[in-house]
C-alpha cells in the first residue's frame, strides 16, 4: 500500500500510527514536502511533487493546517486519488461548494475524519436510537476543555487554534459534536449559532461557541469551549420516560443512575478503527462512503453559521 501524506503535524502522527498499526502488509509512506531541505521522518520519504514518487497512490492523507486544504484539495483534483482529509473540511465557506461540485463530479472517493463516530459509547447510542421507540424531547451536549494545556510548553497563543486567519476556533476544533449529532439525527430542520471570543484566554478566534439545532419533535444545544479547566465532554439525551447520559471521556453511558455501557478504549483506538473503514470502504466498489467531502460541507455551513444547508 502506497500512502502520501501531505502535513505531518501532531494529527498526521496519529493517522500514520493507527495506519502501520491496522497494516498486515507492506506500506511506503510519501510525504509532500515544500521546503528544500525538510526534515526527515524516519520511514516516510519526502518528495517535492506528485510525479516525483514515481508510483501510484492508494490514497492521500490531507493533515496540512486548515487554511491550506482548499489549495490542497484543488491542486489534487486532476490525480484521482481517494482523499482521506482531516476535519474540519475547510476554514470558510468561500468558494467551498463550487470545489465540493468539481470533486465529486470527478468521482473521486473522500472521507472527512470525525474519529468520535468511532467511539464505543457513540456507537453504542447509535444502535440505542435504532432501538427505542420513545420520542426524545431534549439533547444537550457539552464540550469544554484549557487551551493551554493541549500543547504543554507551547505558547497557545502562537498554535493555530488561537488564531482566526489560521483556521483556529472551538466551533471548527471541536466540529467532532456537530458531526456526531447529524450522524445521529441527520441534517436538522433550522439553526443558530453564537460563536465568540471574550474569554479570559484573550484570543481572537472563537473561544465559545452555542449552537441551537431544531428538529421536528425536539432541539439539541450544544455549547464548546476552549476555558474549561476541568475538562468535560457528554452528551445527554431526554427521553419521554427516562434520560441517557453519556461521558465520552469516562466512556460510560447511563440511562438515569443506572450503568448500561462502558469501554476501556486507548487514545488511538478510534484512529484505528476509522483508517479500517476508511481502506475497506475505498476498496469497495458501492461508492457510498460516510461523511463524504457533501456531507462535511453541510455540517461545516452549520458550524460557520450558514443555514443554506444543501439537502
Given at each position: 500500500m502506497k500512502v502520501l501524506i501531505i502535513g505531518l503535524g501532531s494529527i498526521a502522527q496519529k493517522h500514520i500510527q493507527a495506519l502501520t498499526n491496522i497494516s498486515s502488509g507492506e506500506i511506503s509512506l510519501y510525504a509532500l514536502r515544500s521546503s528544500a531541505l525538510p526534515n526527515q521522518v524516519p520511514n516516510i520519504t519526502n518528495i517535492s511533487s506528485i510525479g516525483e514518487a514515481g508510483v501510484s497512490f492508494d490514497f492521500v492523507i490531507v493533515s496540512n493546517p486548515t487554511f491550506s486544504h482548499y489549495d490542497t484539495l484543488r491542486k489534487l483534483l486532476d490525480y484521482n486519488i481517494p482523499l482521506f482529509i482531516e476535519k474540519p473540511l475547510f476554514h470558510t465557506l468561500?468558494?467551498?461548494?463550487?470545489?465540493?461540485?468539481?470533486?465529486?463530479?470527478?468521482?473521486?472517493?473522500?472521507?472527512?475524519?470525525?474519529?468520535?463516530?468511532?467511539?464505543?459509547?457513540?456507537?453504542?447510542?447509535?444502535?440505542?436510537?435504532?432501538?427505542?421507540?420513545?420520542?426524545?424531547?431534549?439533547?444537550n451536549i457539552y464540550a469544554g476543555s484549557y487551551l493551554p494545556d493541549w500543547r504543554p510548553g507551547i505558547d497557545?497563543?502562537?498554535?493555530?487554534?488561537?488564531?482566526?486567519?489560521?483556521?483556529?476556533?472551538?466551533?471548527?476544533?471541536?466540529?467532532?459534536?456537530?458531526?456526531?449529532?447529524?450522524?445521529?439525527?441527520?441534517?436538522?430542520?433550522?439553526?443558530?449559532?453564537?460563536?465568540?471570543?471574550?474569554?479570559s484566554l484573550n484570543i481572537d478566534a472563537v473561544d465559545y461557541a452555542n449552537y441551537l439545532l431544531q428538529y421536528e419533535q425536539f432541539t439539541v444545544n450544544i455549547v464548546l469551549n476552549y476555558y474549561r479547566r476541568d475538562t468535560k465532554r457528554t452528551c445527554e439525551i431526554l427521553f419521554e420516560d427516562n434520560t441517557v447520559s453519556i461521558d465520552l471521556i469516562k466512556q460510560k453511558v447511563w440511562c438515569n443512575e443506572e450503568l448500561i455501557f462502558s469501554s476501556d478504549i486507548d487514545p488511538l483506538y478510534t484512529y484505528k478503527e476509522q483508517m479500517k473503514y476508511f481502506i475497506s470502504a475505498i476498496k469497495e466498489d458501492n461508492g457510498y462512503i460516510m461523511n463524504d467531502i457533501q456531507s462535511a460541507f453541510n455540517v461545516l455551513k452549520i458550524c460557520l453559521n450558514d443555514e443554506q444547508v444543501k439537502r
Open positions: 468561500d468558494g467551498g461548494q463550487q470545489l465540493v461540485d468539481q470533486i465529486i463530479s470527478s468521482k473521486v472517493k473522500t472521507y472527512i475524519a470525525c474519529n468520535l463516530r468511532f467511539h464505543p459509547c457513540i456507537v453504542f447510542i447509535k444502535d440505542l436510537l435504532r432501538q427505542k421507540s420513545q420520542r426524545i424531547n431534549e439533547v497557545y497563543r502562537q498554535v493555530y487554534s488561537a488564531n482566526e486567519k489560521m483556521g483556529g476556533g472551538v466551533h471548527l476544533d471541536l466540529i467532532h459534536e456537530l458531526d456526531y449529532v447529524t450522524w445521529l439525527w441527520g441534517t436538522p430542520n433550522s439553526s443558530a449559532a453564537t460563536l465568540r471570543s471574550t474569554s
